[in-house]
Nanobody
Framework: VQLQASGGGLVQPGGSLRLSCAAS????????MGWYRQAPGKQRELVAR???????NYADSVKGRFTISRDNAKNTLYLQMNSLKPEDTAVYYC???????????????WGQGTQVTVSS
């Protein structure tokens, strides 16, 4: 199983980016999925999570600006980021709880990270 994140880049303050994270490989089922970020010198922190049923929760710092969504048919997670601020600069990681076989055991998988830089 692999998670491939994409969509990062350099954007000016106030701009937008859309991150994607595609899960591939032997996947029987996907439970919760989420985005985390890690800025230089800081610990990794939760940005947003979404359940298999579509319920979401967000970090207070991104509420009203970021939207997490998923396409279960494509095993893909998204993060729409609007009104970006310099403090959003970080490496963004996707995470998914995946059942890789018929046995109902979920394992935690992480993407490789994609850099988001907000700067003028």
């Amino acid at each position: 199983v692999q998670l491939q994140a994409s969509g990062g880049g350099l954007v000016q303050p106030g701009g937008s980016l859309r991150l994607s994270c595609a899960a591939s490989g032997r996947i029987f089922s996907i439970n919760d999925m989420g985005w985390y970020r890690q800025a230089p010198g800081k610990q990794r922190e939760l940005v947003a999570r979404i359940t298999s049923g579509g319920s979401t929760n967000y970090a207070d710092s991104v509420k009203g600006r970021f939207t997490i969504s998923r396409d279960n048919a494509k095993n893909t997670l998204y993060l729409q980021m609007n009104s970006l601020k310099p403090e959003d600069t970080a490496v963004y990681y996707c995470n998914a709880e995946i059942q890789p076989g018929i046995v109902r055991v979920y394992r935690d998988y992480w993407g490789q990270g994609t850099q988001v830089t907000v700067s003028s």
